[in-house]
Nanobody, 125 residues
Framework: QVQVVESGGGLVQAGESLRLSCTTI????????MAWFRQAPEKERELVACIGAKGVSLSYGDRLNRFTISRDNAKKILYLQMNSVEPADTARYYC???????????????????WGQGTQVTVSS
């Protein structure tokens, strides 16, 4: 059974930086595309960033060039570096693992089978 666990969320002030981490259990981590999604209250879930199995093929959601997704396949950890955060970044952030090995192309939520419980990020103004 695959488990996905996020960490690193918290309360930060606008303009600060934050790094989220995600680890998996029971998954051949290096074989799967990984992604970060977020969902704010009363809003739909949206893609934050997506990264291919080997660390290439990066993509980001709209207007999110302040964020950087990366992965360490040796440690089986996915990261999201969030810089210059804004109150609009307040949301629950979810880590997700693709259902198919070595998939490429557009990152759709439906591609991802394994999801964590999320970590809350709250940005104060």
């Amino acid at each position: 059974q695959v488990q996905v666990v996020e960490s690193g969320g918290g309360l930060v002030q606008a303009g600060e930086s934050l790094r989220l981490s995600c680890t998996t259990i029971g998954l051949q981590f290096a074989d799967y595309r990984m992604a970060w999604f977020r969902q704010a209250p009363e809003k739909e879930r949206e893609l934050v960033a997506c990264i291919g199995a080997k660390g290439v093929s990066l993509s980001y959601g709209d207007r999110l060039n302040r964020f950087t997704i990366s992965r360490d396949n040796a440690k089986k950890i996915l990261y999201l570096q969030m810089n210059s955060v804004e109150p609009a970044d307040t949301a629950r952030y979810y880590c997700a693992a693709d259902s198919q090995r070595f998939r490429w192309g557009a990152c759709l939520g439906s591609d991802f089978r394994h999801w964590g419980q999320g970590t809350q990020v709250t940005v104060s103004s």
